[in-house]
């Protein structure tokens, strides 16, 4: 079983839901259009249009000109000036959308282990992890993204750095590093030690 936050359009994740019909994936995406182009299209990939987050309730969503970088921490106004795609921030419109624990969503369900939890929530990654508390124990391998640049996306975003020392401290290690976004990003994977 996997669960992917921030899915947009499934594209880390349905390719292998459709590939794997007994392969379940819960895959969180708060901005309802993008959630709708793929809702219901594989029994398998249960789309839920809310975002993972520290608390249970609501939070506002900044809707970016490029849908993908919407988040719900504003971005940081001098870090952007610095990215080579500074126009995807720009906040075109905002919603109230519903927020969840992850720790929450798994006992909700009866989850007693993940295989695989893939974060892509817009300088939120490690906010996210964080929300699984004691239940991270029971997930076997995160993927999260991470600003590898020396300017931050979004304000309040943590560098790679914190977020390998919390993983680590947590009992994972960095098993791969994918550099993204003109090496402004990573896609982090770390695997229970």
Same mark, same amino acid.
């Given at each position: 079983m996997w669960i992917d936050v921030g899915a947009h359009e499934g594209e880390s994740t349905f390719p292998y839901a459709a590939a794997d019909p007994s392969l379940l994936v819960y895959a969180?995406?708060? !901005?309802?259009?993008?959630?709708?182009?793929?809702?219901?299209? %594989?029994?398998?990939? *249960? &789309?839920?249009?809310?975002?993972?987050?520290?608390?249970?309730?609501?939070a506002e969503l900044n809707l970016n000109a490029y849908e993908q970088s919407s988040s719900l921490?504003?971005?940081d106004a001098d870090g952007v000036k610095s990215w080579v795609t500074e126009a995807h921030f720009?906040?075109?419109?905002?919603?109230?959308v519903p927020t969840m624990?992850?720790?929450?969503?798994?006992?909700?369900?009866?989850?007693? !282990?993940?295989?695989?939890l893939?974060?892509?929530?817009?300088? %939120?990654?490690?906010? *996210? &992890?964080?929300s699984a508390g004691d239940r991270l124990?029971?997930?076997?391998?995160?993927?999260?993204e991470a600003t590898t640049a020396?300017?931050?996306?979004?304000?309040?975003?943590?560098?790679?750095?914190v977020i390998v020392d919390f993983m680590e401290s947590k009992g994972f290690?960095?098993?791969r590093e994918e550099s993204q976004s003109h090496g402004q990003e990573a896609n982090l994977t770390f695997l229970r030690s």
């Open positions: 969180f995406e708060p !901005n309802l259009r993008a959630a709708a182009r793929v809702m219901g299209k %594989l029994r398998n990939y *249960v &789309v839920l249009p809310i975002a993972v987050a520290e608390r249970d309730g609501s921490l504003p971005a720009e906040v075109i419109g905002s919603v109230l624990r992850l720790d929450t969503f798994m006992t909700a369900l009866g989850l007693e !282990n993940v295989d695989f893939k974060v892509d929530a817009q300088g %939120l990654d490690l906010e *996210v &992890v964080r124990n029971d997930i076997a391998r995160v993927q999260l020396p300017y931050r996306q979004y304000e309040g975003a943590p560098g790679k750095s290690r960095l098993g």
